[in-house]
């Protein structure tokens, strides 16, 4: 994987190409100063937020004494930057797109923080939703910090415009979603998007689901992108139809979710599912998803929303952090 896969792989690359088979979207170029916020390690202020209603004076006595006034002179008032142009750029925006949107970056979108957003979506009506996930995700950082991770070239990193990308909001269902692995503009491999979960009617309709892709890989896509190995990510809605939703490098920076890479870029072909060969004698891709409840996993976003010492804790993986952790406990009791 080079650094030019990389690129080309970025949503303003391919957005103008696949425009009439995708959601609508609106780019907006990131300034500086916006990047710079998001990348500050600071307390997370977010702009745009109201503060919590305040009062003047306590209910009683008793909770008068119980308030502690500072007296720190080095204490620091902690103030939410503003971006007054490009808050009104975004708005207009988002009202544009029906009101709610899907953030990413170039590449990215903060799947991860999901979890600190009001609404435990990625679901987004104003500049402060976007800021509270993109300042809470690891991928965001990533694509800022570590764009070219993975790449074998050796030449100098190229120069990006980072670029806010709002989506129109569409309620997805995670059981219709595959991403799909093209190797030399053939259709080596579909996999079930959110492995972690069993889904009936994939098991069932599998061959309809296959055939489906395959139709519109050909007509959309084959031959259109600007490399000859990548991955793209569809949704098929209730009717059959598929919509595109991403392209993404063919390497190890993208998950191979039920594949490894190692078997995705092996001189070997991957041994199709079904026997049909299409009219221009390539076999059908492999196609994969979970097939019993028993394999349902937990979700692979689960270890980005609690720190790993809780995780343990709560898990019991590490003996040593609940011992620790009850000692602590009995303690304090004899303290007490």
Not at 114 to 134: E, G, H, R, V
Not at 169 to 198: H, M
Request: charged share 30%; proline share 6%.
């Amino acid at each position: 994987m080079k650094k030019e896969h990389v690129l080309h792989c970025q949503f303003s690359a391919w957005y103008p190409l696949f425009r009439g088979v995708t959601i609508k979207s609106v780019i907006l170029p990131l300034p500086q100063n916006v990047k710079d916020y998001l990348l500050d390690d600071g307390t997370l202020v977010v702009s745009g937020r109201d503060d919590p209603p305040t009062r003047s004076q306590p209910d009683s006595d008793d909770e008068a004494e119980e308030i502690q006034w500072s007296d720190d002179e080095n204490t620091a008032t902690l103030t939410a930057p503003e971006f007054p142009e490009f808050d009104t750029k975004v708005q207009e925006a988002i009202n544009s797109l029906g009101g709610s949107v899907f953030p990413k970056l170039n590449w990215s979108a903060p799947r991860d923080a999901y979890w600190i957003a009001m609404n435990s979506s990625l679901k987004c009506q104003s500049l402060s939703d976007i800021f509270l996930l993109f300042k809470s995700s690891d991928f965001i950082t990533r694509d800022f910090t570590q764009p070219f991770i993975h790449c074998t070239d050796d030449s100098p990193d190229p120069f990006i415009e980072y670029e806010l990308v709002l989506r129109k909001w569409c309620e997805l269902i995670p059981g219709a979603e595959f991403r799909c692995f093209v190797k030399e503009n053939k259709l080596i491999g579909i996999s079930q998007r959110d492995y972690t979960q069993y889904y009936d009617h994939i098991s069932k309709q599998k061959e309809d689901i296959c055939r489906g892709i395959q139709d519109f890989f050909k007509k959309h896509i084959q031959y259109k992108f600007l490399d000859e190995d990548f991955v793209f990510d569809i949704y098929r809605d209730s009717r059959g139809k598929v919509w595109l939703i991403d392209f993404n490098p063919f390497g190890e920076v993208t998950d191979s979710l039920l594949f490894t890479w190692e078997e995705l870029t092996s001189e070997n072909n991957l041994n199709g599912d079904f026997s049909e060969v299409d009219a221009q004698g390539q076999d059908s891709p492999a196609f994969r998803c979970t097939n019993s409840e028993v394999t349902v996993q937990p979700s692979p976003y689960l270890s980005y929303r609690l720190p790993k010492d809780f995780v343990d804790l709560s898990t019991g993986e590490d003996a040593y952090k609940l011992i620790d952790f009850l000692k602590l406990k009995r303690n304090q009791q004899e303290d007490d």
